[in-house]
């Protein structure tokens, strides 16, 4: 039988079967199949129109294979070859005879090339990194023949591949990339067939290049710092950084201007000032704490914090109402394209985290948080065989956040933060166990928050509400509680300045509500208590101006604090950034500007013993430093600093507080009068030096500085509590093949002063001995070295990872004197040490 | 940022490591021992014997002085420091060498004070008066040449700290103590308790051993407390409480202690002003 198909590819096997009823008497045979009709390069002698059709003749046999083919003899040798393979390669459902019986049967195939179709799609497929649903752009696919023929793809944004138009053949694909253990797969592809792929590739930070040799991928932080003085630090990476377990705020205390703090905790005390004068943040709304009890961990847990603002001194207008440095937390502002999961333990606490779209719209995210910590746990069988009646610190967080992108680019933000610690000490009274120390420090925010671009600039629209409370209770007889329950306002404009444009903040900052407090506290005087509402708006605004290499941003702030029924106070704040770039390499910054605190409600009020007299205490603020990098993956920064601390309200030690500062008293307490009469003189130099490689991160910071304090006119100077005339942090941390990595951490810093014990007298009744002390301030602990190391690994199995980590801190088992104490006679100095080296192991599951 | 006092603090008692003695236990250098006053509750105007008792183990033979402070005001000035024409009735001599004890005759209330009589007019104690001591070794204490050249400054009176202030902690102590002034007769008036030791003397006993010391004490008792001192070891617990049954008191002889000798001092206070002393002498073979 003979007749005539026409095929004009590249057409799949189904279409050309699909309309072709099934035959009954005599029929021609059908083609079923037809191998991809191999298109000969542009450079053949095509026609003008670029199509060719070609009569192949063609015996299909009685069992559908095609016994020979023959295309025409006027056929260019170019499209003879590819005509023929074709036609060999098809495919048919025989011809049937008269009664009904398969027979031989000849048959004209018309094959058309067309050089501009499509090949057919041979293989597709997608590359993403294992243990993830993340896909991996721009990765280099190769697919090799057994012939050793090879095509090359390229992934895209979705991590997909293609590969059409590939002969059947067995194939081994093979993908790469930068930090990617290479994967490879075999398959074998046919006409027609669509082979599909799933290429997941192990991240290995301790590759290379693709190669493996040479270039160096140099990956440092873009800087995004707003503030002339800021040093911004890349969640990712501190969360991994060693002598801090994972605390992505505790990075902070290895950067210059950070003294150290005693015992390991978290308080910063930044540029010789208490941790009380400085301020914590969390994307500009004020936090009434930053780390949990002792500073173990920070009250946000750091998978929604994205970046870390570290303004050692002269922050911009934007933040108010202290007088030393800030922390910024600032989370994430873009939605989680994937969602992300994991699950944390570790000898502290335990975590979960939850960040994933919502919707099919892709333009919402809710991030989900909950940490608790069970430190009371480990250590209750350790402090009990030791009859210590102490109950450790617990301490839990929780947070809960919904983000959406609208599709003008504005930002919606709905935030919970809640968190909670609390701490006991037992005693015995009258033969029963009761509290003889109960400390209980929680807090909430509400917050709602709009980013809305507008033109060239951008609007923040923020509103907080939330509830602050410190309880402490002594033997259920003597109690304190401190409660604010407030509002927090911040509406504000900003643009970036630009060679052709000023740049401007400006904005409103209002924080109202109601503090409440009871000192009940027999031993700290007099029964206390007060109530009063507050109010403390504040406008500020600032300029950028570029004048070439140049940038000044003057501002000004002015602050209004409101007791309704007791004082009021204000103050102005004027502050100058400046930055000269000299070159590409070569930078100058200098600042200047005051900064104000304005009293507390304790301290005005006359129903407490205040005095609403008082005034804002400030702080001049000066800083002027270099900068440079020599090369993209090295900066060196060299600061000094100069800071004029005045109006400082001192007074009143003998009551009690909630304070950190000194950790102990040591020395005489000033128990006069609230009055603005303390001053204070801060000065210091800062180094820093970093260096950011595809596989090392490290850095050198050293400080140098001198704080003094005087508290009443014509006293004579005295050391600020935690003033540490040398502080030096060189820390570094390395990937290592199959994703190890190894940090370390060297620390050296002054010992503390302290007021030394000369003498003692002593109450012969209750044979209590009272300590006479020395010049305040006259002595100094010794000085503080520590070396703390970190070791990670991850599996990344291929749909999650799981990560250990084992942080040791001192393990120089170096007995540090952290505390100055003596023994109960005041005879024997006895220092208290720091704790030994607890090796903190942890467990991450992420997927 | 504020953070609250106590942290992580406590738990560094877990580095605390248990003592053999107790600190107040041990004698090092000069120290008051005690402050007996005969009789501690006396009528405005009556004397009273301070007898003060004082250890001295590096044999300084100190200097002593006593006097006595009716607080006023809120900065605690003595009311004394205010008389004139009268010196402030600090009483200085000389430590005994064989009593261990100087005994100074004081009046705790020379002049009236309403505050007071507004309290023992209507049958109560007034017991805020305050009764100072001060042990220094000859020239280290400014006071005795202050006194002698009557220099003195009231304020310092009032301070024990500041007269120690530039004072070795080994060559000087201060102490105090109240006095009871009340309008009782003498056959109502709170009278010191009695101390019985229970024990061979002289005390010896045994490098690395504790030998457990039994005492009486005889009196009327309001939460008493027996309070052991050496200038010899050391003694395993800071006080006993007093009761019906005769506490014991531990006195521990550490192996460095081996060949010393000193003494041992026993102070019962009984909670109602009234003070007794008992010491001897103590070896450690």
Partial sequence: MAGLLSFSGPARAEELAKDVPPAAGPSLPVLVSLPALVTPDATAAWPEDGRLVALVSVEVADDGTVLSARPPDDLPAAFARPALDAALGARFQPALGPDGRPVDAAVQLQLVFDRDAPPPLSIQGRARASGSTVPLAALRVTATASDGTQVVATTDEDGTFAFAGLPDADWVLTARGPGLRPVETALSTRAGVVQEVDLPLVRDAGLGSADGVGAEIVVYEEDTRVEVTERPLDTELAMVLPGTNGDVVKVVQSLPGVARSPLGTGNLIIRGTAPEDSAGFLDGTPLPIVFHFGGLSTVLDGHSVAEVGYVPGNAGVRYGRFLGGLVDIRTRDSLAEHPRRSVSVDLYQAGAFIDTPLGDKQNTALTLSARRSYIDTVLQPAIDARDVPVQAPVYADVQARLLRVFDNGTRGELLLLASRDTFAYIGVEDGEEVPALDLTVSFWRLRSRILQPVGQAEHELSLAVGVDTEDFASFERDTANEQVASVSLRDEWRREGDPDQLGYRVGLDVWAGREVFVYDIESYGPFEAGATPFLAPAVYGELTARFGPLTATPGLRGDLAVYPYDAISGSLDPRLQTRWDIDETWAFIGASGTYSRLPAARQVMSSADGNPSLIAERSWQNSLGVQTRPTPSVLVELTGYANLLDRRIVGREDRFQFRTTPLFMTGPIDDGPYENDGTGTIFGGELFARVDRSRFTGWLAATVSRSRRVDRPGEAPSLFSYDQPVILTALGTTTLPRNWRLGSRLRLASGNPYTPVTQRFQDMESRVFVPVYGDVDSERLAMFFGIDLRVDKTWTFDHWRLTGSLDLQNISVRANEEVPAWNSTYTEFSPISGLPPIPVFGLKGEW | ?285
């Avoid at chain 2, 940022?1 to 942290?7: E, F, I, N, Q």
């Avoid at chain 2, 509750?41 to 004397?47: A, D, I, L, T």
């Avoid at chain 2, 705790?108 to 104690?125: F, M, S, T």
């Avoid at chain 2, 101390?195 to 051993?209: C, R, S, V, Y």
Wanted: charged share 20%; hydrophobic share 40%.
């Fill in chain 2, 1 to 285: 940022m504020r953070h609250p006092l106590v942290g992580l603090v406590p738990l560094l008692l877990l580095l605390g490591c248990e003592e053999e003695v107790v600190a107040s236990t041990v004698i090092e250098h000069v120290q008051i021992v005690s402050m007996v006053a005969d009789p501690p509750e006396v009528q405005p105007q009556e004397s009273t014997d301070i007898t003060v008792t004082i250890a001295d183990p590096d044999g300084l033979s100190p200097e002593v002085a006593v006097w006595v402070c009716v607080p006023i005001g809120a900065a605690g000035r003595c009311l004394e420091s205010e008389l004139t024409g009268e010196a402030q009735r600090v009483v200085t001599g000389v430590r005994d060498p064989i009593t261990h004890a100087f005994t100074a005759s004081v009046v705790p209330l020379a002049v009236d004070v309403a505050e007071v009589d507004e309290v023992i007019d209507e049958g109560g104690r007034f017991n805020g008066i305050l009764a100072f001591a001060l042990a220094c070794a000859p020239g280290a204490c400014d006071l005795f040449e202050q006194l002698e050249a009557g220099t003195v400054d009231p304020i310092d009176l009032s301070d024990p700290g500041r007269l120690l202030r530039d004072v070795p902690m080994a060559k000087g102590h201060a102490a105090w103590r109240t006095l009871t002034v009340s309008r009782e007769s003498e056959r109502f008036r709170h009278d010191n308790p009695v101390l019985l030791p229970q024990f061979p003397q002289p005390l010896e006993n045994t490098a690395g051993n504790t030998e457990e010391l039994g005492v009486v004490a005889d009196g009327q008792f309001s939460n008493g407390l027996i309070y052991p001192l050496t200038t010899v070891g050391g003694f395993a617990v800071d006080s006993v409480a007093t009761g019906p049954e005769s506490p014991y008191l531990p006195w521990v002889a550490r192996e460095q202690d081996a060949g010393k000798e000193g003494h041992v001092y026993i102070v019962v206070d009984d909670g109602l002003g009234g003070q007794a002393v008992w010491h001897g002498e103590a070896s450690v073979r």
